[in-house]
């Protein structure tokens, strides 16, 4: 009888037991939002792609939960590696389904952008750009909206700098193929004639690194626009000031990483480029906070450094995968549900201050920013220099 007796007590506290955990396992899913980071940790885009990443896990960091239908849920990231490709974009947007992500931030590189968005739209599922400036990006694809400004401006800013310096003619460089190279080149080079000056154009295959023959087009312009990749950057500068010492290099967003400084070394003079912020400016009290909190958290993770490039300097990809980030809790918290078109419906009328400036979307999902900061390199500093901000109409 007494053995009877303890048999039946383990076999209630074994149920009891089971029982607490299915229960526990089935209240964890059911509170459960899953975001999507769609970047590229691999390739020739990885070091802008890892310090966009930082961003939006500070942000996380920060907001780890959101309330929906009076229900806190936990907000998980996944991760998907784009590698930098346009054609492998596609298989990471797909891992990303499959994992019921409800939201997706990024790319860090347009063409990764455009070729994954399709299969979000066709999913049902917001995907919100970080850097992804290129203007097909959101083009006929209601499910893409982004926080950053577009190459059309980008490129028409770089082309009044250059004119504003003086410049008669000056050289494009683009990479063959890309998106974002070759859509920002045509908007610099049309702006730029605009003005009244003379355009010489070139251009690279993916992964070249030899460009002695493409920069002697170069030899006597009085600057070079040359919108490409970390990786390809300092290649392009130090050759560059092999045929031409004097001429400035104007580049894009892309140029915003301690390895173009650190590759480029003494080259690096007489170097530009636009980018969507500067740590610096205080003017945005929501900006100086933003800034503070991130160092400290970028400094206490030997990790999180090195993604960063090493230091603790705040790049503006980071600061606009933070507000992309702040956009979809937002958006979530007015559809009051984790429905992918009703986050995007939500999305449509989010208005709030970003530590970029202040955030709404456009008709086609785009960011209303009319603003770019213009940075140049320190060679004796080894570190950005903020110039000023800049607009078309300036």
């Given at each position: ?35 999507g980071i769609f970047e590229p940790g691999t390739g020739e885009n ?108 980008q490129g028409t800013v770089m082309a009044n700098l250059a004119l504003e310096q003086g410049c008669k003619k000056v ?224």
């Amino acid at each position: 009888m007494f053995k009877m007796k303890k048999i039946i007590a383990l076999l209630l506290v074994l149920l009891l037991a089971c029982t607490m955990l299915a229960g526990c396992g089935s209240n964890s899913d059911a509170k459960v939002i899953k975001i999507g980071i769609f970047e590229p940790g691999t390739g020739e885009n990885a070091g802008g792609g890892k310090q966009e990443v930082l961003g939006i896990q500070y942000a996380h960091s920060l907001v780890p939960e959101v309330t929906i239908g009076g229900e806190t849920y936990k907000i998980k990231l996944e991760i998907a590696d784009n590698q930098s490709d346009a054609t492998k974009a596609p298989s990471a947007a797909q891992q990303l389904v499959s994992k019921g992500v409800s939201v997706v931030l990024g790319t860090y590189g347009s063409a990764c952008a455009i070729a994954a968005g399709p299969i979000f739209a066709e999913n049902k599922i917001t995907a919100i750009g970080c850097s992804c400036t290129n203007p097909q990006v959101t083009a006929e694809n209601d499910y893409y909206f982004r926080v950053c400004f577009l190459d059309p401006f980008q490129g028409t800013v770089m082309a009044n700098l250059a004119l504003e310096q003086g410049c008669k003619k000056v050289g494009v460089l683009t990479q063959a193929g890309d998106d974002y190279s070759v859509g920002l080149g045509n908007y610099f080079s049309e702006a730029f004639k605009n003005g009244g000056g003379e355009v010489v154009t070139a251009s690279f295959q993916t992964g070249e690194t030899d460009f002695s023959a493409i920069v002697s087009n170069f030899k006597d312009c009085d600057a070079v626009f040359a919108p490409s990749s970390i990786e390809t950057g300092p290649l392009i500068i130090k050759q560059l000031r092999a045929v031409n010492e004097n001429c400035m290099i104007l580049a894009s967003d892309t140029w915003e990483n301690g390895k173009v400084i650190e590759n480029a070394g003494e080259a690096a003079t007489n170097v530009y480029f636009s980018t969507f912020f500067d740590e610096n400016d205080e003017s945005n009290p929501k900006s100086k906070d933003f800034v503070k909190g991130y160092k400290a958290w970028l400094n206490a993770s030997a990790e999180n450094l090195k993604n960063n490039g090493g230091d603790d300097t705040v790049a503006a990809v980071s600061a606009l995968g933070y507000d992309a980030y702040m956009a979809a809790i937002e958006a979530i918290k007015a559809a009051d549900s984790a429905d992918g078109t009703a986050i995007r419906d939500a999305l449509k009328d989010v208005k709030m201050v970003g530590v970029t400036g202040d955030l709404s979307f456009d008709s086609k999902g785009d960011a209303e920013k009319n603003m770019a900061y213009i940075k140049t390199i320190d060679v004796a500093a080894k570190s950005f220099k903020f110039l000023k901000t800049q607009t078309i109409a300036e």
